[in-house]
């Protein structure tokens, strides 16, 4: 079972580079997110698609552009990285409007220098 | 403002000991509280309670909620090495939004 996949697992960008970090679900849920965490912070949602063709911003979401490219898949962003953007990123997913957790990727850890 | 504050923020106990983590939360449209667990990667899965009063167990693990204090407390007894992780509780509106606590940090001595 792959469950959610996160590509890259690991990545180092200059300042100003840009990315797209990439998450894939196979058990058919409608809703995706996007967090960062940090340490001492928790996770904190960065946007979230609650269903295919939308996207809404969520805590922190400046500096980052997502794509819901289909049930599947959604992107994220970085469009101009900068080092307070170093971070994990985890992407979830689950089932709108029902009473189910979130199930969540390995992370993507991105240094930005 | 929708929060969730998880006490204590960290914890060092030893094997055998028994812990109770705390979760406070202040969300509206509340449906249900969540804890996972988070070692090295993705936080797993271990409870969602949405009533008041009634406890999860789950080994040496149980959990309870108090909708009318609005807070809910993970137990874990007999701790053992492995429990040491990250615990994590969330809160889901019926919107479903997520919102998450800092964690509590738990480290077990051997």
């Known amino acids: 079972n792959a469950g959610v996949t996160q590509t890259p697992k690991f990545q180092v960008l200059k300042t100003g580079q840009s990315m797209t970090l990439q998450c894939a679900q196979d058990m058919n849920h409608n809703s995706m997110y996007w967090y960062r965490q940090d340490p001492g912070m928790g996770l904190r949602l960065i946007y979230y698609s609650a269903s295919e063709g939308t996207t809404d911003k969520g805590e922190v979401p400046n500096g980052y552009n997502v794509s819901r490219l289909n049930k599947r898949e959604f992107s994220l962003r970085l469009e101009s990285a900068a080092p307070s953007q170093t971070s994990v990123y985890f992407c979830a997913s689950s089932i709108m409007g029902s009473n189910q957790p979130q199930h969540f990727g390995d992370g993507t850890r991105l240094s930005i220098l | 403002e929708d929060k969730v504050v998880q006490s204590p923020l960290s914890l060092v106990v030893h094997e055998g000991d028994t812990v109770t983590l705390n979760c406070s939360y202040e969300v509206t449209n509340f449906r249900s509280l969540l804890w996972y667990k988070q070692e090295k990667k993705a936080p797993t899965f271990l409870f969602m309670l949405t009533s008041s009063g009634i406890e999860k167990k789950s080994g040496r693990l149980s959990s309870i909620l108090d909708k009318k204090e609005l807070f809910s407390i993970l137990n874990i007894t007999a701790t053992q090495t492995g429990d040491s992780a990250i615990y994590l509780c969330?809160?889901?509106?019926?919107?479903?939004?997520?919102?998450f606590g800092t964690g509590t940090s738990l480290t077990v001595i051997p």
């Open positions: 969330a809160v889901v509106n019926t919107g479903n939004q997520f919102y």
